[in-house]
């Protein structure tokens, strides 16, 4: 499975606190993700799977 098959990480709202997240896990540092149930129940979104794969865009990292 190559990386556009994979379903996009939305991470955080742009800003430093994104740019952060995101070169972390560019860099290896962070390798899990964790989130509560309740918003994906509200958002009507599929719950993770443990050892799901995920694709990370580069916005812009400063």
């Known amino acids: 499975m190559g990386h556009d098959d ?4 939305e991470l955080a709202f742009p800003g430093p606190e994104r740019d ?3 070169a ?3 860099s290896g540092q962070k390798t ?7 918003i994906y129940e509200h958002a ?3 719950v ?5 794969r995920f694709s990370v865009s ?5």
Request: proline share 7%.
């Open 6 to 9: 994979l379903p996009a990480l």
């Open 20 to 22: 952060r997240g995101v």
């Open 24 to 26: 972390a896990i560019l």
């Open 32 to 38: 899990a993700l964790t989130g509560l149930l309740e």
């Open 44 to 46: 009507g979104e599929a």
């Open 48 to 52: 993770p799977m443990t050892g799901q």
């Open 58 to 62: 580069l916005f812009h990292l400063e």
